[in-house]
Protein backbone atom coordinates (compact mmCIF):
# COMPACT_ATOMS: atom_id res chain seq x y z
CA UNK A 1 0.00 0.00 0.00
CA UNK A 2 1.13 3.12 -1.28
CA UNK A 3 1.25 6.48 1.35
CA UNK A 4 1.72 10.08 0.55
CA UNK A 5 2.78 12.77 3.24
CA UNK A 6 1.95 16.05 2.13
CA UNK A 7 4.04 19.07 3.41
CA UNK A 8 4.53 22.97 3.21
CA UNK A 9 1.35 24.38 3.08
CA UNK A 10 0.94 27.89 4.66
CA UNK A 11 -0.22 31.29 4.36
CA UNK A 12 2.03 34.34 2.30
CA UNK A 13 0.97 37.36 0.90
CA UNK A 14 0.35 37.67 -2.68
CA UNK A 15 3.75 37.41 -4.62
CA UNK A 16 5.02 35.39 -2.35
CA UNK A 17 6.36 31.46 -2.55
CA UNK A 18 5.85 28.08 -1.05
CA UNK A 19 7.45 25.24 -1.98
CA UNK A 20 5.27 22.12 -0.95
CA UNK A 21 6.50 18.57 -0.58
CA UNK A 22 5.17 15.19 -1.09
CA UNK A 23 6.96 12.11 0.38
CA UNK A 24 6.33 8.52 -1.03
CA UNK A 25 6.32 5.04 0.81
CA UNK A 26 5.27 1.52 0.53
CA UNK A 27 6.30 0.70 -2.92
CA UNK A 28 9.97 0.32 -4.35
CA UNK A 29 8.45 1.23 -8.11
CA UNK A 30 7.75 4.94 -7.09
CA UNK A 31 11.30 5.86 -9.44
CA UNK A 32 9.49 5.31 -12.31
CA UNK A 33 5.73 7.14 -11.33
CA UNK A 34 3.78 9.76 -12.25
CA UNK A 35 3.60 12.17 -10.18
CA UNK A 36 1.24 15.38 -9.90
CA UNK A 37 -0.28 18.36 -7.63
CA UNK A 38 -4.12 19.44 -7.32
CA UNK A 39 -5.53 21.79 -5.78
CA UNK A 40 -9.49 22.41 -4.56
CA UNK A 41 -11.67 24.70 -3.25
CA UNK A 42 -14.94 24.43 -1.23
CA UNK A 43 -17.58 23.56 -3.86
CA UNK A 44 -15.62 23.01 -7.29
CA UNK A 45 -13.96 20.06 -8.87
CA UNK A 46 -10.09 19.12 -7.89
CA UNK A 47 -8.34 20.65 -10.48
CA UNK A 48 -4.91 19.19 -11.65
CA UNK A 49 -1.97 21.55 -11.19
CA UNK A 50 0.94 19.89 -12.70
CA UNK A 51 2.32 16.71 -12.82
CA UNK A 52 5.34 14.87 -13.97
CA UNK A 53 5.55 11.35 -15.73
CA UNK A 54 9.10 9.93 -14.45
CA UNK A 55 9.00 6.58 -16.99
CA UNK A 56 9.50 9.50 -19.95
CA UNK A 57 10.54 12.59 -18.33
CA UNK A 58 8.26 14.93 -18.86
CA UNK A 59 6.52 17.81 -16.93
CA UNK A 60 2.45 19.36 -17.70
CA UNK A 61 1.19 22.40 -16.00
CA UNK A 62 -1.89 23.63 -16.23
CA UNK A 63 -2.48 26.92 -17.48
CA UNK A 64 -3.07 29.06 -14.82
CA UNK A 65 0.77 27.90 -13.66
CA UNK A 66 2.34 28.16 -16.03
CA UNK A 67 5.90 30.26 -16.00
CA UNK A 68 4.77 30.27 -12.04
CA UNK A 69 5.04 26.65 -10.52
CA UNK A 70 7.68 23.69 -10.72
CA UNK A 71 6.98 20.30 -10.62
CA UNK A 72 10.37 18.60 -9.65
CA UNK A 73 11.64 15.29 -7.48
CA UNK A 74 14.50 14.14 -5.49
CA UNK A 75 17.18 12.13 -6.91
CA UNK A 76 15.82 8.80 -5.00
CA UNK A 77 12.22 10.19 -7.14
CA UNK A 78 10.32 9.08 -4.18
CA UNK A 79 9.98 12.89 -2.93
CA UNK A 80 8.52 15.42 -5.00
CA UNK A 81 7.65 18.87 -4.64
CA UNK A 82 5.72 21.94 -5.93
CA UNK A 83 7.21 24.93 -6.11
CA UNK A 84 5.03 27.93 -6.19
CA UNK A 85 6.56 31.14 -7.03
CA UNK A 86 4.57 34.85 -7.46
CA UNK A 87 1.03 33.66 -5.73
CA UNK A 88 -2.03 34.69 -6.42
CA UNK A 89 -5.10 34.89 -4.19
CA UNK A 90 -6.85 32.62 -6.88
CA UNK A 91 -4.54 30.12 -5.91
CA UNK A 92 -5.79 29.61 -2.70
CA UNK A 93 -7.01 26.13 -2.01
CA UNK A 94 -6.12 22.79 -0.24
CA UNK A 95 -3.83 21.28 -2.35
CA UNK A 96 -2.88 17.60 -2.72
CA UNK A 97 -0.27 15.00 -4.15
CA UNK A 98 -1.02 11.94 -6.07
CA UNK A 99 0.86 9.32 -8.31
CA UNK A 100 0.46 6.19 -9.88
CA UNK A 101 3.06 3.53 -10.12
CA UNK A 102 3.59 2.32 -13.55
CA UNK A 103 2.09 4.60 -15.53
CA UNK A 104 0.98 4.20 -19.06
CA UNK A 105 1.37 6.24 -21.83
CA UNK A 106 -0.81 9.59 -20.96
CA UNK A 107 -1.48 13.00 -22.69
CA UNK A 108 -1.35 16.42 -20.42
CA UNK A 109 -4.97 16.36 -20.33
CA UNK A 110 -4.59 12.73 -18.87
CA UNK A 111 -2.08 13.54 -16.38
CA UNK A 112 -3.30 16.58 -15.13
CA UNK A 113 -6.23 14.23 -14.70
CA UNK A 114 -7.71 13.12 -11.25
CA UNK A 115 -8.59 9.86 -13.42
CA UNK A 116 -5.26 8.23 -13.39
CA UNK A 117 -3.74 8.20 -10.23
CA UNK A 118 -4.70 5.64 -7.39
CA UNK A 119 -2.86 6.87 -4.44
CA UNK A 120 -3.44 9.97 -2.99
CA UNK A 121 -1.78 12.53 0.18
CA UNK A 122 -4.20 13.98 2.58
CA UNK A 123 -3.87 17.78 1.68
CA UNK A 124 -1.99 20.55 2.91
CA UNK A 125 -3.87 24.16 2.56
CA UNK A 126 -2.83 27.56 0.81
CA UNK A 127 -3.64 30.11 1.63
CA UNK A 128 -2.53 33.58 -0.52
CA UNK A 129 -3.50 36.61 0.76
CA UNK A 130 -4.01 40.18 -1.17
Known amino acids: QVHLLESGGGSVQAGGSLNLSCTAS?????????KAWFRQVPGKEREGVAAFNSAVNRAYYADSVKGRFTISQDNGKTTWYLQMNNLKPEDTAMYYC??????????????????????WGQGTQVTVSS
Open 98 to 119: AALVRPPPMTASQALGTRVYNS
Open 26 to 34: GDTAFRDAA
